[in-house]
């Protein structure tokens, strides 16, 4: 288990039939962007259905450290920002806890400055490459401190005037989009993103909105070419965050695996950047009805009727990767109750999030049971329909989540529908991105509860 942290160890029991009807909480993605772009905007920005995971937070505590007012009215956050290029210092290390894209995102945001800013994470977070924002930012003229292989803690002085890049995005990166059109903002002239590989589109859309120029191309070949005039007038928004894909992805699979099952949930955000899990699903097979599907704050957004279903593996395609990034774990769980094999495929990014997903996921299905291979970057599972004999075969195994919530949940989903119980080694770090999991779960008729002993 991973360093000092205080340990939740929890364990999930067959259940019977879950039923009922649930509203996800906020994209993950679009609220870490609220605060970053509406702390930095003129004016006020109104925030409703923002995620209160600790991730999150940690980046309203880092903008309100750079001169940004965050407060809470009612269910509304509301920031009054400081102005396009008029961060302040922080006075301290700013904390990002677990947060690779709230620690990310924020280094391109504040590395263009002529002050010296330094990033700081839990044991998980430091463990994480930063060179890939890093290298970026050393071309615009930054100068950086890091840990040895370019880790945390970080520090960041900008120059006094930064050079605009056209930066070619090496490897399928959201945050590493984002962190150099963010430093762009600051930065005179016109700088360029090429996107080879389409990922979540959340900033280009978000910087629109709050009134940055930018422009987005795309080639024959599906290449994106990003181009940010700098240093323009971001003007506060009102913004209404849809719910979390990455999050709906637990219940979603839970009610398609538990007999019986028909839970609805409500208001998921339906960005075609974001639905690749959807899609394999119901190649596989599973019911999941999408109704009422509408526009709200300039997102696709509609509401998930899920049925119980039985599944049958699929092969799911390398390109499809960067759309259903954060729901490997949680395929991986469908999967172990589909009827044949999953192959998934194209998933070398997966080593590199809170925990090495690809060997943490390999590790918590063998030892409750399933049969599956761990490739270099990809992941074979062969399912069990009906869960008979998947589960732990003591109650000293847990599965070991090395501080990371997507881990934590999807183990704790399984044992919902296997055999014998599912343990975890930790739940606590479910904060991050989804505190109303346990509650929310509960309240379907999930049998999911806190275990003094951990393994
Ligand atoms: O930009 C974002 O909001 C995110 C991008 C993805 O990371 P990568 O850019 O590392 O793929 C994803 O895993 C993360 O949870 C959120
Ligand atoms: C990878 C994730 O987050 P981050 O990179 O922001 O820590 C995630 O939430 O699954």
């Not at 100068?143 to 803690?153: F, Y």
């Not at 279903?309 to 469908?334: C, F, K």
Request: glycine fraction near 12%; charge should be negative; include cysteine.
């Amino acid at each position: 288990m991973v360093h000092g942290a205080v340990l939740n160890p929890a364990v999930a029991r067959k259940s019977e039939n879950l039923a009922g009807t649930i509203r996800i909480p906020g994209d993950k993605s679009i609220s870490h962007r609220s605060f970053m772009l509406g702390g930095l905007a003129s004016g006020q920005t109104r925030i409703s259905g923002l995620l209160e995971g600790e991730d999150v937070l940690a980046t309203g505590r880092a903008m309100q450290a750079m001169g940004a007012h965050v407060r809470k009215e009612g269910d509304t956050w509301i920031i009054d920002g400081v102005g396009n290029g008029l961060l302040l210092e922080p006075e301290a290390p700013l904390d990002f806890g677990n947060a690779g894209t709230g620690v990310r995102l924020t280094m391109g945001l504040v590395g263009t400055y002529g002050f010296e800013a330094t990033f700081t994470g839990d044991a998980s977070l430091s463990s994480r490459p930063m060179g890939r924002v890093l290298d970026p930012l050393r071309l615009m003229g930054v100068q950086v401190t890091a840990a040895e292989g370019d880790r945390l803690p970080v520090t960041l002085r900008g120059p006094d005037i930064a050079v605009p890049i056209t930066y070619r995005v090496p490897m399928a990166s959201a945050q590493v989009k984002s962190a150099v059109l963010l430093a762009g903002l600051n930065t005179p002239g016109t700088t360029t993103v090429v996107e080879p590989v389409m990922t979540r589109d959340h900033t280009e859309k978000m910087l629109t909105g709050f009134g940055a120029d930018l422009s987005v191309e795309t080639d024959a070949d599906g290449v994106r070419t990003i181009a940010l005039q700098g240093q323009g007038k971001l003007n506060g928004q009102e913004i209404d965050v849809p719910g979390d894909p990455s999050s709906t992805a637990f219940p979603l699979i839970a009610a398609l695996l538990v007999p019986g099952s028909r839970v609805t949930i409500e208001n998921v955000l339906m960005n075609p950047t974001r639905t690749g899990l959807i899609t394999t699903l119901l190649e596989m097979g599973a019911d999941i009805a999408i109704e009422n599907r509408r526009l709200a704050g300039g997102e696709d957004v509609a509401d998930l009727v899920v049925s119980a279903s039985d599944l049958r593996g699929v092969t799911v395609p390398p390109e499809r990767a960067p759309s259903m990034i954060d729901e490997y774990p949680a395929l991986a769980i469908a999967a172990a109750f589909a009827e044949g094999e999953t192959v998934m495929e194209g998933l070398e990014e997966l080593r590199v999030k809170e925990s090495d997903r690809l060997s943490a996921v390999a590790a918590g299905l063998k030892i409750n049971g399933v049969d599956c291979e761990e490739g270099k970057a990809s992941l074979t599972v062969r399912g069990v329909p009906g869960g008979k004999g998947l589960g732990s075969v003591s109650p000293t195994v847990a599965v070991e989540t090395h501080l990371d919530h997507r881990i934590a949940m999807s183990f704790l989903i399984m044992g919902l529908a296997a055999e014998r119980p599912v343990r975890v080694d930790d739940s606590a770090i479910i904060v991050t991105s989804f505190p109303e999991f346990m509650d929310m779960m509960a309240g379907l008729g999930a049998d999911i509860s806190a275990e003094r002993k951990a393994a």
